[in-house]
């Protein structure tokens, strides 16, 4: 299998090549040449499968310099009972007629990035070891990216990882769960400012090429196609314990990486409906799908909400669909996401027919939640199903219940477990979220954290000292 980039550049990259990379050189996304298609029969035979075997089936579609036994190996090693804490690794949950919960989130961070992280981090290792490299990972998190990251990397040969957060700005827990790891090859460093500041800083770093050359600094962000590429083998083993010919898929959104492994696994085949993008106040992706237009927000029209994992002002693998959308025309996506974006802020394609054949022809719908939505439907499900959903979840739910279709089961995918938002909880139910025992206690621990001001200089200075 070859990769292409959304913006049309010519080269072609294997899968390791992409592995370790972020933006294609002109700035697209990559994306495989091809979708390879799975048909009934196929599926038939994977039903049995334990989920790391169905992993490696669908990984071996799009992977091929990676010797078949190492991929099992990597994938069994990924996916196990110990990491994940059920055999199914995600579980469906029925909560009403038709209606059913994925979950995602019983990974080491407790939200859905672990189905995804913790594959990355064992191929790094993997493919470091067999160039002889080292990668420095430079992060930015406002939370669930972060520790997600660390949770992944912690302990592993050739990796180091320095992940900026705002000082003070994280939720208690979810500081915790970062500053607590004590593994050498882990970096927490607290920045004074907001997280605008943190990702200036790690654009900063990323521009100064002779540095990032140097001292081998990578990033692990939701636009790197491994990441998605994993995600996209929950969808098949969402459907598969469904026993239903057809489904569809509401998911929580924000950079729109979770809901197009979604569009891939449709792509190739797999009996979906509808996918119905969830949002929450930041409602980027909502607005598109209803009208046509795209539009980036400013930090002045981006809200701070009570599910701060989809507070986006653009939804950074977007553009991945756009070029489907658009009959995989690079020049044009080129034009759209280069040349439009960067002038005006938007783009509409609502007087264009592609634009119908979203919802017509790649099955997606869309709708939007808000905190009173969110603390209604945490409060119903769990007087009606008794069962406790966190916050972006909750948004999903929502917007699931105004997309069900008689006949056709769906599956809302669980982001995060209620405990990493705790507040909103209290708020809902008027009770704290229950804590898994291996988190218990986790605020006392020694924190290891290293405050820096909010200056790419300090950053790279620390980078060099830790090398
Ligand atoms: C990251 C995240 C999301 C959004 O996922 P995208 O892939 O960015 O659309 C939703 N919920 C939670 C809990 C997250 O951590």
Known sequence: MNYLSTRGHPDRKRFCEILLEGLAPDGGLYLPEFYPQVDAATLEKWRGLAYADLAFEILSLYIDDIPAADLRAICRKTYTREVFGTPEIVPLKKLEDGLY?????????????DMAMQLLGNLFEYELARRAEQLNILGATSGDTGSAAEYAMRGKQGVRVFMLSPLGRMSPFQQAQMFSLQDANIHNIAVKGVFDDCQDMVKAVSNDLPF?????????????WARLLAQVVYYFSGYLQSGASRVSF?????????VCAGHVARMMGLPIDKLVV?????????????????RVRG???????????????????????????LGRDGARTQDLFGAQLSQTGRFDLS????????????GFASGKSTHSDRLATIAHTYQQQGVMVDTHTADGLK????NLQAGTPMLVLETALPIKFAATIVQALGIEPPRPPQFEGIEDLPKRVTEMAADAKAIQHYIRAHC
């Open 250 to 258: 509401t998911v929580p959104s924000g950079n729109f990486g979770n």
């Open 399 to 402: 917007v699931a219940h105004e």
């Open 299 to 325: 930090s002045a029209d981006t809200h701070e909400t009570s599910s701060p994992s989809m507070d986006i002002s653009k939804a950074s693998n977007f553009e991945r669909f756009v070029f489907d959308l």
């Open 351 to 362: 007087a264009d027919p592609l634009f119908q054949q979203a919802a017509s022809r790649y």
């Open 212 to 224: 990032k050359r140097e001292y081998k600094v990578g990033t692990v962000n939701s636009i790197n």
């Open 101 to 113: 919960l994925q979950a995602l989130s019983n990974g080491p961070t407790l939200a859905f990035k």
């Open 278 to 294: 969830a949002t929450n106040e930041n409602d980027v992706l909502d607005e598109f799908f209803r009208t046509g237009v795209y």
